[in-house]
């Protein structure tokens, strides 16, 4: 199985999971009684993520609302939410735009803690875009906006948010997990050994690849629109922990960014 297939199946296997529970405001995305900001960020990406021809994505949590523009599995702009900063509604978002990355990031991240505070469920609803909107080749990949939040932001919620660097990540963690618990959202598979020993993995595990004898740090290939990288560290006394990771090629950029962001401290 290729990572193209394995990206298309869980795509297909979420539209199944969710494709039956509709309320007024739409198709349910994240149901009631299982409201937490993780799980809501966790959805507005995958939302976008899914969305190939460009369309207005319209969330609903009862008393917030989030309308974005999406297209070619990229946010393509903020179109109105909770205190969207000036000059950003309808503003055509562009990676190299730290600013705009962050302020969109810090949107989505609000409306999220509103929704989880809310309690109820989150639906959501495709409309069609204006005409020529979202004609570019911009916008900010799903495993970018992880990246952001992951590298600073979290999610806000404390349950999740065990230290400042990130759901799931702190300074005392081997170097591995720490990859790891940032990457999450982006990580189609990944694999964790060791010593030699299988210490975890997660998504479609059996498709990665024995990990290729590299060096210590990061490496990364580039196969089409899928990638592949493997991290070699020192793990907990000593041990050597090598990770392989699979993800798109789109979002290479943020995990090798998540990366030097880590050893940067």
Do not use: C, N, Y
């Amino acid at each position: 199985m290729t990572g193209a297939d394995g990206a298309l199946r869980a795509a297909l296997e979420r539209l199944g999971r969710k494709g039956g529970e509709w309320t007024a405001a739409g198709r349910v995305v994240v149901p009631a009684g299982a409201t937490d900001a993780e799980t809501v960020q966790t959805a507005l990406l995958e939302e976008i993520g899914d969305t190939v021809l460009t369309a207005r994505l319209a969330f609903d949590a009862g008393s917030v609302r989030l309308v974005l523009l999406a297209g070619g599995r990229r946010l393509r702009a903020v179109v109105a939410g909770p205190d969207v900063p000036e000059g950003l509604s309808g503003q055509a978002l562009d990676a190299a735009e730290e600013g705009a990355v962050v302020q969109a990031a810090e949107v989505l991240r609000g409306f999220a803690q509103m929704a989880a505070a809310g309690g109820g469920p989150v639906a959501v609803l495709s409309l069609a875009a204006p005409r020529g909107a979202g004609d570019t080749d911009g916008g900010l990949t799903p495993g970018l906006l992880a990246a952001r939040w992951a590298a600073g932001m979290g999610t806000g919620d404390p349950a999740t948010d065990d230290t400042d660097d990130g759901p799931g990540d702190g300074p005392g963690r081997p170097l591995a997990e720490r990859l790891l618990a940032r990457a999450a959202p982006i990580l189609r598979a990944h694999a964790l050994s060791r010593g030699g020993a299988v210490a975890g993995q997660g998504g479609d595990a059996a498709m990665l690849p024995p990990a290729p004898d590299t060096g210590p740090g990061l490496t990364l290939w580039l196969a089409g629109g899928d990638a592949l990288a493997v991290l070699r560290a020192e793990g907990p006394e000593g041990a050597g922990d090598v990770a392989t990771l699979a993800l798109a090629a789109a979002d290479a950029p943020a995990l090798v960014a998540g990366w030097q962001r880590l050893i940067r401290g």
